[in-house]
């Protein structure tokens, strides 16, 4: 089974860097608009509700992410490499957002910067 924690982390930072490149090349696979794909990534907005969707109820909204190789995004705490993934929601009245589970970071090794 997939840990839906993981796969909200992944999803959100992924949609925020899919976002970035969206003006050069970005297009709907299949009519699919949960799904943005560009050269350099391929970002799907997925969503699990155990219980049903309907007031009250949780529902996990995730970000898979698919990378080219040599590309990656950076984490909620970035280092000195980079820039840190930031999400901003923009939600219907009466919906909040919790806080994002973040995968655990991936070591990259660079040289002397890993």
Do not use: C
């Not at 050269?39 to 049903?52: F, I, N, Q, S």
């Amino acid at each position: 089974m997939i840990n839906f924690r993981r796969l909200v982390s992944s999803v959100v930072a992924g949609l925020a860097l899919a976002a970035s490149f969206a003006p050069f090349t970005a297009q709907a696979q299949s009519g699919d608009k949960a799904v943005v794909q560009t050269e350099r990534v391929r970002a799907e907005l997925m969503a699990h509700a155990p219980d049903g969707v309907e007031p009250g109820k949780q529902v996990w909204v995730g970000l898979q992410l698919k990378h080219a190789p040599e590309w990656h995004t950076y984490w909620k705490n970035s280092g000195d490499s980079g820039l840190p993934t930031h999400v901003q929601w923009t939600l219907p009245a009466g919906v909040t957002a919790g806080d994002i589970a973040w995968p655990l970071p991936k070591k990259i090794p660079i040289g002397p910067l890993a």
